[in-house]
T-cell receptor
Framework: GAVVSQHPSWVICKSGTSVKIECRSLDFQATTMFWYRQFPKQSLMLMATSNEGSKATYEQGVEKDKFLINHASLTLSTLTVTSAHPEDSSFYIC?????????????FGEGSRLTVL | AQSVAQPEDQVNVAEGNPLTVKCTYSVSGNPYLFWYVQYPNRGLQFLLKYITGDNLVKGSYGFEAEFNKSQTSFHLKKPSALVSDSALYFCAVRANTGFQKLVFGTGTRLLVSP
C-alpha cells in the first residue's frame, strides 16, 4: 500500500527557534500534499495544500510566514514552523494524494508532535 | 461549502455487540465520503470510501458504511465490535467536482469494553 513517512515523530524546541517537519511519500508520487494541525481531542484542521513545484495554498487564518511549506519534489514536502512559540505546540499531520491513484483517497503520515517550551 | 457532522463525541459498546458511528454531511452536488481511524499519537488510517455505485461499502477490519442520499448520512457500522476497535473515528467529505479539499468531522471516540 501507499506509505507516507513523517519525520520527526516528536520534537521539543525552545521558544523562538524554527522547526522543520518532513513528509515523504515512500512508494508513490504525490501530486498534492496537505498539512493538518490537530489540537487535543479535536478534529484535523487543514493548514495548507501544497502542489509540487508551486506555492502552497494556505487556509484562511493560517500565517504563511509562520508556517513555511515547500514541496520540492513529487515525494517530499516540508513544513517549517518559524520562530516557534508555545501556542504552536500541536500535532501536525501530513497527507498525500497519489498521482494516479484512487479518487480522493489520502494517505496520512504518522504525525509529528511539536512541543515548544 | 461542504461540512460534516459527527453528533456523538463518544460511543460505548460491549465487545461482540454491533456498533454504529454516525455521520451526516452537507455538500454541493454529489459527495465523496470517507471514514478514517486514528490511534493515539498516530496518523489517520483509511477505512473505506464511497465514490459511486452500491450504497453499502465494505472496508478494512470488518467495517462497513451505508450511503443514504435522502438522509445525507454515511454511518459506520460493524456487526461485532472488538476491544482493539477502540480508537478515534473521523468521517470526511468532499465534492466530486473539480478540486475540493477534504473536510473532516470532529471525530467520535469509540470505546469497546471487554
Amino acid at each position: 500500500g501507499a506509505v507516507v513517512s513523517q519525520h520527526p515523530s516528536w520534537v521539543i524546541c525552545k521558544s523562538g527557534t524554527s522547526v522543520k517537519i518532513e513528509c515523504r511519500s515512500l512508494d508513490f508520487q504525490a501530486t498534492t500534499m496537505f498539512w493538518y494541525r490537530q489540537f487535543p481531542k479535536q478534529s484535523l484542521m487543514l493548514m495548507a495544500t501544497s502542489n509540487e513545484g508551486s506555492k502552497a495554498t494556505y487556509e484562511q487564518g493560517v500565517e504563511k510566514d509562520k508556517f513555511l511549506i515547500n514541496h520540492a519534489s513529487l515525494t517530499l514536502s516540508t513544513l517549517t514552523v518559524t520562530s516557534a512559540h508555545p501556542e504552536d505546540s500541536s500535532f501536525y499531520i501530513c497527507s498525500a494524494s497519489r498521482l494516479a491513484g484512487a479518487v480522493g483517497e489520502l494517505f496520512f503520515g504518522e504525525g509529528s508532535r511539536l512541543t515548544v517550551l | 461549502a461542504q461540512s460534516v457532522a459527527q453528533p456523538e463525541d463518544q460511543v460505548n459498546v460491549a465487545e461482540g455487540n454491533p456498533l454504529t458511528v454516525k455521520c451526516t454531511y452537507s455538500v454541493s452536488g454529489n459527495p465523496y465520503l470517507f471514514w478514517y481511524v486514528q490511534y493515539p499519537n498516530r496518523g489517520l488510517q483509511f477505512l473505506l470510501k464511497y465514490i459511486t455505485g452500491d450504497n453499502l461499502v465494505k472496508g478494512s477490519y470488518g467495517f462497513e458504511a451505508e450511503f443514504n442520499k435522502s438522509q445525507t448520512s454515511f454511518h459506520l457500522k460493524k456487526p461485532s465490535a472488538l476491544v482493539s476497535d477502540s480508537a478515534l473515528y473521523f468521517c470526511a467529505v468532499r465534492a466530486n467536482t473539480g478540486f475540493q479539499k477534504l473536510v473532516f468531522g470532529t471525530g467520535t471516540r469509540l470505546l469497546v469494553s471487554p
